[in-house]
């Protein structure tokens, strides 16, 4: 079952929200509503559903909606219409007591300046959730303690906010939405406030406790890189709408329209990585002077449907398909005449960010040669996670 | 421009004869009796309680609160009171004080809670508060006479009336400044209205609420000089005295004892907001 499902959630701000659904449901445009009733259309019909465990990211600009939208999901704004599920009940027709256990039980949340108690201590801010829910002080204040040594605090127990680094403060805030044992984190834009660095380190202890707590998690966030890295799938925002829901390859691959192909274009990583930097040696290569039958061998071994033909030289000389091969040892032909020599030939030092496009058209991997000479390929596969892992990871990997 | 006569005065005469008084007399009777009880308590407390006792008790909290230098204020305005022949009269007056000050509190928190959490509530009491700080006292003077008799009793009305607002407004002000990340945090995290208020709210606000109270404190002491009108005792009636009697010196010397009392009782309160 799903944790999180949102159907056809709306947020209308202004006098007169219902008649502003209406509008909307009529088929008004947002601009319109706003230009002619004053009313904004801060979430407009948003649907999507986040699995357990799963690490759902929304990424939107400002102004998109999205503070907006995380906001609707644990009702710390009222939505206008649809509805939110949490573990399949309704958020949106609870009464105030069950919304209240239902944000005490199940919803954690982190907030994009901390949001932290500045009268309490660390360990009192994050026992908060407990100690509201009536739970002794002494058992509070030893799961406080277990969460605040998860996110590496331990020994700031008794400092107060204040006296804390934004990075710091912001696992306090991590702990305190952990403290609380909840299945779901809600996070909007944890990691904005922070420089960097801290936030590089920050998105990779997130990933570690994801991994061992097994937490579903909404994540909102402005920038795309985070989105891709952290996200196991990642919905994008525009004015308030949903334009596209999908993996991180999947939205690399297939932008659903301009607005989301204007961001991956922006994808940071690509305008530094280059081919050389993403390339693998390929798996196998054969000689153009051994037959036919050793080519689809090596491709079973491989277990490949394709294979690089390169010269005794390592000179390029064209893929190979198994049908082809198998062709070509049946009636008896000569390699290179059934070589596919239309392949996409890459210097290494083409950016990776002009690879996406041809990545997407080609039907094989790319090659990429230097002179002549066959240096390795570069798979589908390698071009996105370059995109997505960045420099250090594809180098050390 | 008198394009039409508006008979308030013979209105609200009406109102307050045939109303007002008969019907509810026997209510502002009871109120009367029992503030008059209260007031007089604190006020016989601190005229019976050996003086050099309560300059002991003083001196320390202005020491604990403030430091040094008010401990020895405290002392020589003490011993000026004294030397003055003033001290009962001053006692009087800081009974006063305390008393309405009390009530104000009492009763402003909790509405500047209120204005702070509810809008509608907001915009009634606002221009209340308006009207109670901008309407000349001694138009409630009158009224406060006529349903509360002579005396303390009035005068603990009227710089009720007079005193409460900041106490609100610095209360509504207090909440209403609590960063909104906060309160949402809480919110976020199952905090119930009650849980929100008294965890994260009112904690956060109250530099500001003691700031209110400081304000007034020093309102009431101010009143001082009016109250003595309807007969309170105290410092303002020396004052009062020597205004009637055109007596420079006398007036002077109630007007010092109240100089002293204001400076001591505004760096405790101060000195409390800082300690917090």
């Given at each position: ?7 056809n959630?709306?947020k ?8 502003g ?12 509503i ?22 759902f ?17 644990n ?7 649809g ?16 919304l209240?256990?239902?944000r ?11 949001g932290?108690?500045p ?9 908060y959730g ?39 403060q ?5 702990a ?10 809600l996070?909007?834009?944890a990691?904005?406030?922070l420089?960097p ?10 990933l570690n ?6 937490k ?10 985070e ?14 709408e949903?334009?596209q ?11 659903a ?21 993403v ?19 090596k ?9 690089f033909?390169?010269?005794k ?5 064209g ?11 049946k009636k ?15 210097s290494?030092?083409?950016?990776l960010?002009?690879?996406?496009g041809?990545a997407?058209?080609?039907?094989y991997?790319?090659a ?9 390929i570069?798979?589908?596969v390698s ?6 892992l ?8 | ?10 209105w ?21 009796d029992?503030l008059r009880?209260?007031?007089d ?6 005229i019976?309680?050996p003086?050099?006792?309560l300059?002991l008790?003083?001196?320390?909290i202005?020491?604990?609160f403030?430091g ?8 020589l305005?003490?011993l000026?009171?004294g ?5 009962e009269?001053?006692m009087?007056?800081v ?6 000050t009390?009530i104000?509190v009492?009763?402003?928190i ?6 702070a959490?509810?809008?509608t ?12 700080q ?22 603990v ?20 400044q ?12 199952g905090?119930?209205k ?5 965890k ?7 530099p500001s609420?003691?700031?209110g ?9 101010s009143m ?5 009108m ?14 009637s ?5 006398l007036g002077?010397t109630?007007g010092?004892?109240?100089?002293v ?12 907001v800082?300690?917090?």
């Amino acid at each position: 079952m799903n944790k999180i499902e949102v159907n056809n959630l709306t947020k209308i701000f202004g006098s007169n929200p219902q008649q502003g659904l209406k509008r909307l449901l009529n088929g008004d445009q947002k601009e319109d509503i706003l230009a002619e009733t004053g009313m904004t259309v801060g979430v407009n019909k948003a649907s999507f559903s986040v699995e357990a465990g799963e690490f759902f990211v929304i990424m939107g600009l400002s102004g998109s909606g999205k503070s907006t939208l995380i906001r609707l999901v644990n009702r710390l704004i009222e939505p206008t219409s649809g509805e939110v599920l949490i573990d399949g009940q309704n958020i949106v027709e609870m009464g105030k007591n069950e919304l209240i256990e239902t944000r005490r039980k199940k919803l954690g949340m982190v907030f994009q300046q901390f949001g932290l108690f500045p009268h309490r201590t660390v360990l009192q801010n994050v026992a908060y959730g407990l100690e509201i829910q009536g739970v002794k002080k002494e058992e509070r204040n030893s799961r406080a303690q277990k969460s605040i040594e998860d996110v590496g605090l331990q020994g700031y127990e008794q400092s107060y906010p204040k006296e804390l680094s934004g990075g710091m403060q912001q696992r306090v805030g991590l702990a305190r939405a952990l403290a609380n044992d909840s299945d779901i984190l809600l996070m909007d834009e944890a990691f904005s406030a922070l420089d960097p660095l801290i936030r590089k380190e920050m998105q990779d202890e997130l990933l570690n406790l994801q991994n061992k707590l097994g937490k579903t998690i909404l994540f909102i966030t402005h920038d795309l890189d985070e989105a891709l890295k952290l996200g196991d799938r990642i919905a994008i925002m525009k004015n308030g709408e949903i334009v596209q829901v999908g993996t991180a390859d999947e939205i690399l691959e297939n932008p659903a329209n301009e607005y989301v192909s204007n961001f991956v274009k922006d994808v940071d990583r690509s305008k530094v990585l280059m081919a050389s930097h993403v390339m693998k040696k390929p798996a196998v290569h054969m000689m153009d002077k051994s037959g036919a039958l050793a080519a689809v061998r090596k491709m079973e071994d491989a277990g490949a449907s394709s294979i690089f033909v390169v010269d005794k030289e390592n000179n390029f000389k064209g893929l190979l398909t198994i049908d082809n091969a198998i062709n070509a040892y049946k009636k008896e032909l000569a390699i290179d005449t059934v070589l596919i020599e239309d392949i996409h030939e890459i210097s290494p030092d083409t950016p990776l960010n002009d690879l996406f496009g041809v990545a997407v058209e080609a039907k094989y991997p790319l090659a990429v040669v230097e002179n002549g000479k066959l240096l390795g390929i570069v798979s589908r596969v390698s071009i996105l996670s370059g995109l997505v892992l960045g420099k250090e990871e594809v180098a050390t990997s | 421009m008198n394009y039409f006569t508006l008979p308030i005065e013979e209105w609200t005469n009406r109102f307050v004869d045939d109303w007002l008084l008969p019907v509810t007399g026997d209510f502002f009777d009871s109120i009367s009796d029992n503030l008059r009880t209260f007031v007089d308590g604190v006020t016989n407390l601190l005229i019976v309680a050996p003086p050099e006792l309560l300059v002991l008790i003083l001196v320390l909290i202005a020491w604990k609160f403030s430091g040094k230098g008010l401990a020895l204020f405290a002392l020589l305005g003490s011993l000026y009171l004294g030397s003055v022949g003033l001290w009962e009269a001053a006692m009087q007056t800081v009974a006063i004080v305390i008393v309405s000050t009390l009530i104000s509190v009492i009763i402003g928190i909790p509405v500047g809670i209120l204005a702070a959490t509810n809008k509608t509530m907001a915009s009634i009491i606002r221009p209340i508060l308006d009207f109670m700080q901008t309407l000349p006292s001694f138009v409630y003077l009158i009224p406060a006479i006529l349903l509360f008799g002579l005396g303390n009793v009035p005068a603990v009305i009227a710089t009720f009336v007079f005193a409460t607002p900041p106490a609100v407004r610095m209360t509504t002000l207090g909440i209403l400044q609590v960063p909104a990340d906060v309160v949402e945090a809480s919110k976020a995290f199952g905090s119930t209205k009650w849980q929100l208020l008294y965890k994260v709210q009112l904690p956060l606000a109250m530099p500001s609420i003691m700031a209110g109270i400081n304000q007034t404190m020093m309102l009431a002491l101010s009143m001082a000089v009016i109250a003595s009108m309807i007969g309170a005792p105290g410092l303002g009636s020396v004052v009062l005295e020597g205004i009637s009697t055109v007596n420079v010196g006398l007036g002077l010397t109630g007007g010092l004892g109240i100089v002293v009392l204001a400076i001591v009782m505004d760096r405790i309160t101060q000195g409390l907001v800082r300690n917090k």
